[in-house]
Nanobody, 122 residues
Framework: VQLQASGGGLVQTGGSLRLSCVAS????????IGWFRQAPGKKREGVAC??????WYGDSVQGRFTISSDNAKNPVYLQMNRLKPEDTAVYYC??????????????????WGQGTQVTVSS
C-alpha cells in the first residue's frame, strides 16, 4: 500500500490549506482512511478519518477541518480552515483495514505515507 500526501505549505494564522492523499497498491475494499499529524517532540495526534461507517475528527480540529472523498474512498482531501500556529506539524495520510474510524485517536495505523509539512505562522 502506498499513500501519497500533498498540499502542505506555509500559511498565516487564520488561513486555509487543502491536503490531498492518493492511495494505491491494494485491492481490498473495506478500509478507513484519513490523517494524523506529528509536531517535533510531540506524540502522534489523530486529525480526521473517513470510512463507509463514519467520520471522525480530533477535538482540536473539530469545526475547522473537513475531510472528504467520493464514497469514503480514494482520493481523500482535508480542507483546513482558520489555521492556528498549533496546527504546525507534518501531516500523514494513513489507512486502516477496518470498516470504521475505530480508535483513530490512538495513533496506531496499518499503513501511512511520507507526510507533508504544514507550517502556520503567527
Amino acid at each position: 500500500v502506498q499513500l501519497q500526501a500533498s498540499g502542505g505549505g506555509l500559511v498565516q494564522t487564520g488561513g486555509s490549506l487543502r491536503l490531498s492523499c492518493v492511495a494505491s497498491g491494494f485491492t481490498f475494499d473495506d478500509y478507513a482512511i484519513g490523517w494524523f499529524r506529528q509536531a517535533p517532540g510531540k506524540k502522534r495526534e489523530g486529525v480526521a478519518c473517513i470510512s463507509m461507517k463514519n467520520t471522525w475528527y480530533g477535538d482540536s480540529v473539530q469545526g475547522r477541518f473537513t475531510i472528504s472523498s467520493d464514497n469514503a474512498k480514494n482520493p481523500v482531501y482535508l480542507q483546513m480552515n482558520r489555521l492556528k500556529p498549533e496546527d504546525t506539524a507534518v501531516y500523514y495520510c494513513a489507512l486502516d483495514r477496518r470498516l470504521a474510524c475505530t480508535a483513530w485517536d490512538k495513533g496506531i495505523h496499518d499503513y501511512w505515507g511520507q507526510g507533508t509539512q504544514v507550517t502556520v505562522s503567527s
